[in-house]
């Protein structure tokens, strides 16, 4: 199933990213997580995927260098998972850091060490992509979260 949607960048969705977030717990269960993309949609670019009105995807990106960008956050709507939303919205985040220069895109999921389903769905989503993993750490979100660094060059 393939679902039509118009990409909107430059406005801030906090709101959304909440109304989504939580609807997925599965993947964003840790509240105090919820809560600090939600305050990051305040300021953060962003990409958010806009059908009949409403958004149903959205992607925050953190610029770190002059070359580097991190995908903060991706999440669309459960029902529209495996529609083709995630990879629109990543396509449309690569082109508009190309334009800016960028060179390496990264984003961080939960690791393979760890058993999570859904997270196995989402490491496949990242390969499937483009995105090479690069290490998992288990100093940045500790012990029981493994946090799984992967990278994509845009050259």
């Not at 199933?1 to 906090?14: E, F, H, I, K, N």
């Not at 190309?98 to 984003?107: C, D, I, P, Q, S």
């Not at 393979?112 to 390969?127: D, H, I, K, N």
Request: charged letters at 25%; hydrophobic letters at 45%.
């Amino acid at each position: 199933m393939r679902v039509d949607v118009t990409l909107v960048a430059g406005g801030q969705y906090p709101d959304a990213v909440a109304e989504l977030l939580r609807d997925l717990p599965e993947w964003f269960g840790i509240e105090q997580s919820v809560l600090d993309y939600v305050e990051a949609a305040r300021t953060l670019p962003t990409i958010a995927a806009v059908r009949e009105g409403e958004v149903v995807g959205i992607c925050l990106v953190r610029r770190h260098t002059a070359m580097t960008a991190e995908i903060e956050l991706l999440a669309v709507r459960r029902d529209l998972h495996r529609s083709g939303v995630g990879r629109l919205i990543i396509e449309r985040v690569e082109a508009d850091a190309r334009a800016n220069g960028v060179k390496l895109l990264e984003v961080k999921t939960f690791g393979p060490s760890g058993v999570s389903p859904e997270y196995e769905r989402t490491r496949a989503f990242y390969e499937a992509i483009g995105f090479l993993a690069l290490e998992e750490r288990t100093d940045i979100w500790g012990p029981e979260n493994p946090c799984l660094i992967s990278v994509k060059p845009l050259m």
